[in-house]
């Protein structure tokens, strides 16, 4: 017997029929002795519909009122999976974040877990009750505020709560059957994915694969809490996302992650000094740019051309913010190229694999697709390539790496 922590997301308590089989699910498991704290998101899109409600009033709403509004979401679902567990014959109780004990530094709609006192929800489990907590949102000790974590923020309470309980496991209740190897909408021989390392699935949350939130994973890892990604609405196991030892199999790609909508900026001719790379870089972070790969062709011992690529949503402001400072980095000219995409690699056996990156060019390069840039990470290759060439891309090198070919089965 120990406590496991069950999380439902939006769509699988989107409905009064949908949040009834929730309860199924979390009684199920109570009849194997274990003790079960649920996580919940907000039904549906309900999470949604309170952002556009509140864009109806003001362009900028105050961030203390969104997180006042949108921790209601969940409030809503907290209560009414206590009440078709209580339906049942069973005992439960629902908690707000800060009835949990979730405690969050003073950062409006953005905020990170500081701490969790368990001492009431260890409390409830011990007198009987199954304790539904809601997700997303918790409140600053000092100043009693409440704030959200962030959208999808409610896989990260789920797996907070798991690492201070101690639980044994964290199950994701979503709406699909588990991590695939890339997205199933687009390549239809994905596959789904038996088990995945910490890292590797941190990489693929990171380059948008959106079934778990990055920050999830990295609290998952932090604490070596044990998650598996499974269906709200079928049977069959999902993918575990766990630690590379117990894993049977290092695989040299094990996922495959795109994304759209990626500019590369080029300043050209810039005087190549020891201060280049850190005004430039320093100048868009200010202006809060967020830059994703660089890179830097020195054209001659006074000159350096400098590359990067940013998401096309944030071209005009960089554009603007790169004008004003032309005269004081002394570049001469930006050259943009929009209509790009990014398509990457992950797997954690690309460490003790060389060639990994090369066989990835070669599969690219036979089918006509130009790379405009590459970036590494140990278990990552991503490149940039034109937009109208990324499904193209994606699966040429979901056959190239075998990914379609079934992975070994784990054991449950
Ligand atoms: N309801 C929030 C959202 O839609 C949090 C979550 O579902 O994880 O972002
Ligand atoms: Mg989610």
């Known amino acids: ?77 907290i209560a009414l999976l206590s009440m078709a567990l209580q339906a049942e014959g069973k005992q439960a109780v629902s908690l707000t974040g800060w009835q949990a004990g979730i405690e969050t530094e003073e950062f409006p709609s953005n905020a990170r877990i500081v701490n969790i006192k368990t001492e009431r929800i260890i409390g409830l489990l011990d007198k009987g009750n199954i304790v539904i907590v809601a997700g997303f949102q918790g409140m600053v000790k000092e100043s009693g505020e409440i704030t959200t974590l962030g959208r999808g923020g409610s896989d990260t309470t789920a797996v907070a709560l798991a690492a201070a309980l101690g639980a044994a496991r964290c199950d994701i209740y979503t709406d699909v059957t588990g991590v695939f190897t890339t997205d199933p909408r687009v390549v239809s021989s994905a596959r789904k994915i038996p088990s995945i390392s910490y890292d590797e699935m941190l990489e693929m949350a ?147 694999n060389p060639g990994v990156a090369a066989k990835m060019f070669k599969g690219l390069s036979q089918k006509g697709i130009m790379i405009k840039m590459v970036s590494t990470s140990e278990i990552k290759v991503s490149t940039v390539v034109s937009q109208a060439d990324m499904v193209n891309a994606v699966e040429t090198l979901h056959d190239v790496f075998e990914l379609d070919v079934r992975q070994p089965a784990h054991q449950l």
């Open 206 to 352: 990171n380059l948008g694969a959106g079934v778990l939130h990055p920050r999830a994973v990295e609290f998952a890892k932090n604490y070596q809490v044990k998650l598996e990604v499974r269906s709200s609405q079928e049977e069959e196991r999902g993918t575990l996302v766990e630690e590379e030892a117990t894993m049977e199999q290092n695989l040299m790609v094990r996922g495959l992650a795109f994304e759209g909508n990626i500019t590369k900026i080029t300043v050209s001719n810039l005087p190549n000094g020891i201060e280049t790379l850190s005004s430039l870089f320093s100048t868009l972070a200010d202006n809060g740019i967020n830059v994703d790969i660089i890179i830097q062709n020195v054209v001659n011992e006074s000159t350096t051309n400098i590359s990067f690529s940013i998401d096309s949503s944030v071209l005009a402001e960089t554009q603007e913010v790169l004008a004003a400072c032309q005269e004081e980095l002394g570049f001469e000219s930006i050259i943009t190229e929009g209509g790009l995409a990014k398509v990457s690699i992950v797997g954690s056996g690309m460490i003790s």
């Open 1 to 77: 017997m120990g406590i496991i922590v069950q999380k439902f997301g939006g769509t699988s308590v989107g409905s009064i029929e949908r949040i009834r089989s929730a309860a199924q699910r979390v009684i199920k498991e109570t009849e194997q002795g274990n003790q079960v704290v649920v996580v919940v998101s907000a039904m549906g899109k309900t999470t949604d519909a309170l952002v556009s409600l509140a864009a109806q009033l003001s362009d900028n709403p105050s961030k203390r009122e969104m997180d006042m509004l949108l921790s209601t979401g969940e409030q809503v679902t």
